[in-house]
C-alpha cells in the first residue's frame, strides 16, 4: 500500500475546508484502487514551523497514486485553490507494510 501525505502552510485566508473535502473525496472515489482519505486542520501543537492542514490517502498501488496524482480534477484543484492558498506545501509518498 502507497500512502501520501500532503501538508499545507495558508498564505492568507484558507480555503473552504468543507468544499475541499467534498473535492478531494470526488477524486478519491473516482481512482480505482484509491483506498481512504482522511484530511484535517492542523492544531498548532509543535508551535510556529506547524502546518495548517494535511491530507493523507492511501492507494493500493503506485499506479493507483499515480492515477489520483494525475487526475484532471486533482490537478484543477491543486492549480485553482491549493497552490495559490498556500505558502508552503510539503509531500510525500512511502510504502506502508500490510
Known sequence: ????????????????????QVRLAGVIEAVPGASSLQTGQGLGLSGGSSYDYAIVADFDSQDSYLA?????????LLRDVLVPASSDIAAIQ???ET
Open 1 to 20: 500500500m502507497i500512502r501520501h501525505i500532503a501538508l499545507f502552510k495558508w498564505s492568507g485566508t484558507e480555503p473552504d475546508r468543507g468544499a475541499l
Open 94 to 96: 512511502f510504502q506502508v
Open 68 to 76: 489520483y496524482r494525475n487526475h484532471a480534477e486533482h490537478q484543477a
